[in-house]
């Protein structure tokens, strides 16, 4: 089945320094989409931003990723964390239907 | 924005009892679901439901039944709850289609004692 990586579970950050999560996926469909959805602290998970097509950047809120399927990734990225930026982050993926698969989390906290 | 409601917030229950979890949504979505949300597992999804009266199996379906009475409305019930049980419920709806998005509720906190 469909199975979503995300490599670090903690991460710990100064404010002001790039943000990159890891996500890596595994599925036998040929176009997957992929999704980043944010939790902040006592809240619902919501989008962040989903893919496009290969190696197309897609952008939201500073925050952008890129699919590459060569790769089987979907890495989130900011060039400066803020401290609102503290959250847990989900790298999500869907392909023939409307199940999602999630990762297992990145709890990102920045630091002043 | 998309609404989805659930209820109740937080339950307790003790070991065997019997628990429903409500949901409602109110932008005509066609898809909704039920994840659990643990610490270390991230978002696993439970059930879900493409219409009334339809329901498929998620990854982690034992020891759960849902419902889906209406277009609206999608139950999940406990019938013996366990402590394993104890987790961060959410609903959660959207529309057809791999890239939509899926809209989440805020959560039903349930213990089992």
């Known amino acids: 089945g469909d199975s979503v990586t995300q490599t670090e579970g903690l991460v710990t950050l100064t404010e002001g320094l790039p943000v990159m999560l890891n996500c890596t996926y595994q599925?036998?469909?040929?176009?997957?989409?992929l999704f980043w959805y944010v939790q902040h602290l006592n809240e619902s998970p919501r989008l962040l931003l989903k893919?496009?097509?290969?190696?197309k950047r897609t952008e939201h809120q500073g925050f952008h990723a890129t699919l590459h399927k060569s790769s089987s990734s979907f890495h989130l990225q900011k060039s400066s964390a803020q401290l609102s930026d503290s959250a847990l982050y989900y790298c999500?993926?869907?392909?023939?239907?409307?199940?999602?698969?999630f990762g297992g989390g990145t709890r990102l906290t920045v630091r002043p | 924005e998309a609404a989805v409601t659930q209820s109740p917030r937080n339950k307790v229950t003790v070991t065997g009892g019997n628990v429903t979890l409500s949901c409602r949504q109110t932008?005509?979505?066609?898809?909704m679901y039920w994840y659990r949300q643990d610490t270390g597992h991230g978002l696993r999804l439970i059930h879900y439901?493409?219409?009334?009266?339809?329901?498929q199996i998620g990854d982690v379906p034992d020891g759960y039944k849902a419902t889906r009475t209406t277009q609206e409305d999608f139950f999940l019930l406990l019938e013996l709850a366990s402590p394993s049980q104890t987790s961060l419920y959410f609903c959660?709806?959207?529309?057809?289609?791999?890239?939509?998005?899926?809209?989440f509720g805020k959560g039903t906190r349930l213990t089992v004692v």
């Open positions: 959660a709806s959207s529309d057809a289609g791999v890239d939509t998005e899926v809209f």
């Open positions: 599925t036998i469909y040929s176009n997957p989409f």
């Open positions: 893919s496009f097509t290969d190696n």
């Open positions: 999500a993926l869907n392909n023939a239907g409307a199940k999602l698969t």
């Open positions: 932008n005509s979505h066609n898809y």
């Open positions: 439901s493409y219409g009334a009266g339809n329901l």
